[in-house]
């Protein structure tokens, strides 16, 4: 259990004091995948180098497991973040050594022997997919299995906790999708809590079970992924879930449409035209407000926005028919809220 | 003239077979003991002037890090015979005499030291600072910071750095010669200058050259094979 309370994070500069964080509470529980999405400069990194301490918060607390943070020696502490393992966008691998020697990296940190740690770093390469890689050197590596070596790496010391900090942000979509499987994996065999720091929806959407938006240093809305995204209240989420353009905007152009949220997290792409024979089997005309989906490895990823004739046997009718899909999930967007 | 310059005299193979292979030696045993030393002084100032940066991940109290900088100025600043005059009264401490190609060895390491210092400075501050946040996440100490990342993912670099500094030395040693160091130096000015033959003078001058080009071509092959940046991919 991890327990943010109020903290704040103050950076002073020439111009005057500058908070990076304002107030800022958040409960995550053990086994949880909890997101924390924002546009950069909104805090995210600052946010999750408060939990392991790398950035002490000005003001608040942050509890692991009962433990404050905040009150250890630096010698604690050290032993503490050997429980909480990070990876980087930027993989952040050590150049001058081989991928066996960067998982043992933390091990040899921690004062384990040489034989026992490379036995391990080299279990943790076959868990990751790269043992036939172990001698080989970071830079002849693409990024995602550089992820891949520090995913290893992150695992070494047996972590309660795993950071990722836009662990996914310089990987093209299929390899992220991949790394995200990989954690979600991480996150289900090895029942390790994961916070994910991101500026992408689809990756809060395709691992996350709670997000919490933060916006200019204050948390705007948090709660279940499914919830916030289908009824983004603040104005912050509203721009998240609705890049191209805010819910007020499409209000506004279509007063007396309902629109309807389709989600695809790996859905089946085949020949069928879902939005015809929407129309053909169940006489509803959908009119796509707005899409952006990709195809990956054959699926569909991403989410469309339909607008539907304002009538709740319509709505309910259509969700349930889009609903029966597998890797589709259908919902109302409230627009009046 | 410059005939006589670059021609062989015979009469002068006794002087080249008598001085030379000894002068050699010297030449090469004062530069590499002196680097030596230069680098176990250097390398842990410059270690110092990293971590202990304000930003650093040891810092340490200003004025310490201002009065060590100030140090390392100032002999830089000092021109090296200027330097040789100024520290023979510690060479006479520490050799005994003032004389010889081991007393040369003194004002070598002080001259060469704040030298690797600035060197050394220079590589660990190339190195990404992401790492040092990778490390500082996973619970490492400032110490192992230093041995398990600065210093090993330096490595190319301060290879390329300790070859240039080699080569510094081995033309201080040659300086060195004009105030009773040994070796080719000494061999150049006391032949060359002091006796008027010019051709030994050349001959030890293209034996300091050569030296120069060897110890260069093998620091930058060294430098290039331990980087494992550089390997292509598989």
Known sequence: ?337 | MTKTLFMFDPKNWEIITATFPSAIWETIYATFISTFFALLIGIPLGVILVVGDKDGIMPLPSWLMKILNVIINLLRSVPFLILMVVVMPLTRLIVGTVVGTVAAMVPLVIASFPYVARVTEGSLREVDVNSIEMARSMGATPFQIITKVLIPESVPSLISNITITLTNVLSYTAMAGALGGGGLGKVAISYGYNRYIYSIMIYAVILLVILVQVIQTVGTRLAIKSDKRLKGNL
């Open chain 1, 1 to 337: 259990m991890i327990e943010i309370k109020n903290i704040s994070k103050k950076f002073r500069t020439e111009g005057g004091d500058i908070y990076a964080l304002k107030d800022v509470s958040l409960n995550i529980a053990d086994g949880d995948v909890y997101g924390i999405i924002g546009v950069s400069g909104a805090g995210k990194s600052t946010l999750v180098r408060c939990i392991n301490m790398l950035e002490k918060p000005s003001e608040g607390t942050v509890c692991i497991d009962g433990v404050d943070m905040s009150l250890l020696s630096e010698k604690q502490l050290r032993e503490k973040r050997k429980e909480i393992a990070m990876i980087f966008q930027g993989f952040n691998l050590l150049m001058q050594r081989n991928c066996l020697k960067n998982v043992c990296f933390p091990m040899e940190l921690a004062g384990i022997n040489r034989v026992e740690a490379e036995k391990k770093a080299i279990k943790l390469l076959e868990l990751v997919g790269l043992k036939d890689k172990a001698y080989s050197y970071p830079s002849q590596l693409s990024g995602g299995q550089k992820q891949r070596v520090a995913i290893a790496r992150a695992l070494a010391n047996d972590p309660k906790l795993l950071l990722c900090d836009e662990a996914t942000s310089a990987l093209d979509p299929t390899t992220t999708n991949q790394i995200l499987e990989l954690i979600r994996e991480i996150n289900q065999k090895l029942n390790i809590t994961v916070i994910v720091i991101t500026h992408q929806m689809n990756v809060v959407e395709s691992i996350c079970r709670h997000v919490a938006i933060l916006d200019n240093g204050v948390v705007a809305e948090k709660g279940p992924v499914g919830e916030v995204f289908s009824h983004p209240k603040s104005e912050a989420t509203k721009r998240l879930v609705f890049p191209e353009g805010s819910a007020d905007n499409l209000r506004k152009s279509e007063p007396d449409e309902h629109i309807i949220r389709l989600v695809f997290n790996g859905a089946k792409a085949t020949n069928t035209p879902m939005i015809a024979r929407l129309a053909l089997e169940k006489g509803i005309e959908a009119n796509i407000t707005y899409a952006s989906t990709k195809s990956v490895d054959d699926k569909v990823y991403g989410y469309m926005l339909l607008g539907i004739k304002r009538d709740s046997n319509i709505i309910a009718e259509t969700i349930s028919y889009f609903m029966q899909m597998p890797d589709v999930y259908a919902e109302e967007v409230f627009l009046d809220d």
